[in-house]
């Protein structure tokens, strides 16, 4: 049954930085470095560069696992500790926060490829992603999952595994994704994508990042969010900047040294290449989804919520932030959240 719901209530930096072997902190998070097998292909048939993938345990050792997963730029940093900082997530995960690391336990990795390691663009699927998850579940010894959690990019990931793996976790919570890409996201992206491959073509790598990043954030919130924030005051003279576009040009240049071109390319086209059978997935699914999402509108959600065969709820709201209201409206996800993990057994 669908439950519409309203609430009153930008993707992250968050660069990997792998470490030579598992390293402890207070408070139970690790790292946990996973070897690619010598045979391990992408569906593309090409080999990833990278030797090893990464993931990270948050909480409670021993606790019910919990798989959580973001953004392109999101990875195994999803919860602020002593080393990291600010995780890309730590308004939903946290000591008794909606996912309670004081009772579960959480396992986020990085997303392939690593931009350590790749020079060239990759084919990468969210399938792909799904099976490097495998990996590492498998090498914990996990059989069970008590939810996969995704949200955009990581919800795509979070239904290409149940697909892959039905029996695997308990539940999946999807977060602003759908079951493919809505072909206007295409459409931007692939601009982002021609601007950056301009950008290296002509020697200019890093500037390409910091424009296909400005492009990127107009499509990530919304029209009227702007209006709220920015005035319209033209500047002194043709050519200078008007207020937005100093925002847009501040958060371009932070983005530079984030990534790679080639990492950028290879996960901007794995979005783009996204597609899975609704009807194909069995495992328990909750959906959220915002009105104002033009990345993933809200009527693809509408439709994968009607295609799935076990669909527990779907809850919609509006927003001010559009696609990165997964990461803004802490109150309204955390609710509904919190009610999908009351009945796991600590």
């Known amino acids: 049954m669908t439950l519409a719901e309203t609430s009153l209530l930008e993707e992250p930096d968050c660069r990997p930085q792998p470490t030579a072997k598992p390293a402890r902190e207070r408070g139970g998070a690790r790292d946990v470095i996973v070897p690619l097998p010598a045979d391990f ?50 308004g939903a995960v946290s000591v008794r926060g909606p996912i309670d690391l004081s009772r579960l336990q959480v396992l986020a990795v990085d997303f392939a490829p690593g931009q350590e390691f790749q020079d060239a663009p990759v084919t990468i699927t969210t399938h792909d992603q799904a099976r490097l998850l495998a990996l590492v579940l498998n090498h914990l010894r996990i059989e069970r999952v008590a939810a996969f959690v995704g949200c955009s990019y990581g919800g795509m990931v979070a ?40 950008a290296v073509d002509a020697g200019r790598p890093e500037e ?7 492009l990127a954030m107009t499509t990530y919130r919304t029209a009227e969010e702007f209006n709220d924030r920015f005035d319209t005051t033209a500047p002194a003279a043709v050519g200078g900047a008007y207020p937005v576009c100093d925002y847009l040009t501040a958060r371009g240049q932070a983005y530079r040294t984030h990534t790679t071109p080639a990492r950028w390319l290879s996960m901007s086209d794995s979005l783009d290449r996204h597609s899975v059978t609704p009807e194909a997935i069995t495992t328990p699914v909750t959906l959220i989804g915002f009105t104002s999402d033009r990345l993933v509108p809200i009527d693809d959600i509408r439709e994968l919520a009607a295609r799935l065969p076990t ?14 209201a997964f990461l803004k409206e802490d109150a309204f996800v955390g609710e509904v959240l919190r009610a999908a993990f009351k009945d796991i057994q600590a």
């Not at 308990?170 to 809505?182: F, K, T």
């Not at 669909?311 to 696609?323: K, N, T």
């Open 41 to 90: 292909r992408l569906a593309s048939g090409e080999r990833l560069k990278q030797p090893h993938v990464i993931g990270r345990l948050h909480g409670r050792a021993g606790a019910p696992v919990v798989v959580v997963a973001g953004g392109i730029s999101a990875g195994r940093f999803v919860h602020r500790t002593e080393t990291n900082g600010l995780g890309w997530w730590s």
């Open 159 to 198: 239904l290409a595994f149940a697909e892959l793996y039905p029996d695997w976790a308990e539940q999946l919570i999807v977060v602003s994704a759908a079951h493919r890409a809505h072909p206007q996201a295409t459409a931007w992206r692939g601009i982002q994508r021609r601007i950056l491959q301009f």
């Open 208 to 214: 390409g990042v910091a424009l296909a990043r400005e």
């Open 311 to 324: 669909l527990w709820r779907f809850v919609e709201a509006p927003s001010l932030y559009g696609h990165d």
